[in-house]
Each structure stands twice: as structure tokens, then as C-alpha cells.
């Protein structure tokens, strides 16, 4: 069993780093993974693409996605979680620098497990990142693999 970890799928570096940053000053920066456009983020959790070879590996704990992607939006990969049977139940939260309510309820009705609008201040998007980092790799009880008993 591979040790949990978190996807981020963000395509802005300074957002990335930031990020990271922000992981590792709780110690969760080792245990995160990250994808730059929809496309990369199905590949790696359906295990296609450039990422075929980790097929076995586990789910990520958590998926940090923003929507505004190069490729295929936020919104569709969203979609596309929620349609397959491995992937329905896996928790996603929408961390994106949109306040569009159509933006907000498009993620709630896709299925997202949470919507976060990223801070403008560096001071607010850490502490933030840090918060959602520790509820989903330490509070968050999810349930067994696939959802059965």
C-alpha cells in the first residue's frame, strides 16, 4: 500500500509553489503529486498516458483542482471523476481564484466535495493550503476503497 497523498492539478507556478510551500510547512509537501492540465490529471488517475506504468498504485487521499486548466477544464475533469466507478467517490475540492457563483454551484452540482477560492494574500493562501492539507490527510474519514463495506 503506497502512503497517502494529494493531487494537485494547477497550472500556474507561482500558485503551485506557493502551494508546496504551504504543504510543507505542515510536513505534507513529500506526500503531494502534481499534474499542469485536465488531461494530465485523468491520465495520472486512470492510469493512462505517461503515467500507464503506475497502474496498482493507490488513489490519491484528496485531488486540489482548479478549473480554469489548459486542455480540459476543472470542470470536466470533475465530471469525468464522478462517471467512473473507481473514481465517484474520491474526494475533490475546487481551489481556484474564481468568486463566480455559476463557477461554485457548476462544482457543488458536479459533485465537488468542497469549493475554495484562493486568498490574494500569500499570508491567507498559506495558511488555507496548510488547513485544507491537514482535514484531508488527517481529520477526513473516507471510506473503504470503491465505497463497499
Do not use: C
Not at 475554495?116 to 493550503?129: I, L, S
Amino acid at each position: 500500500m503506497t502512503p497517502r497523498r494529494i493531487l494537485l492539478v494547477e497550472d500556474n507556478p507561482q500558485d503551485e509553489m506557493l502551494t508546496l510551500r504551504s504543504l510543507g510547512k505542515v510536513n505534507l509537501a513529500n506526500q503531494v503529486e502534481v499534474v499542469r492540465d485536465g488531461q494530465q490529471a485523468l491520465d495520472f488517475l486512470f492510469h493512462e498516458g505517461e503515467f500507464a506504468a503506475q497502474e496498482g498504485v493507490d488513489l490519491p487521499a484528496v485531488v486540489l483542482l482548479d478549473l480554469g486548466l489548459p486542455k480540459i477544464g476543472g470542470l470536466d475533469v470533475l465530471k469525468r471523476l464522478r462517471q467512473d466507478e473507481r473514481t465517484r467517490l474520491l474526494p475533490v475540492v475546487i481551489l481556484t481564484s474564481s468568486d463566480e457563483e455559476q463557477d461554485r454551484l457548476q462544482s457543488y452540482l458536479g459533485g465537488a466535495n468542497s469549493y475554495v477560492r484562493k486568498p490574494v494574500d500569500f499570508a491567507q493562501f498559506a495558511e488555507t493550503v496548510a488547513r485544507l492539507g491537514i482535514y484531508w490527510m488527517a481529520v477526513n474519514e473516507a471510506p473503504a476503497r470503491g465505497g463497499r463495506p
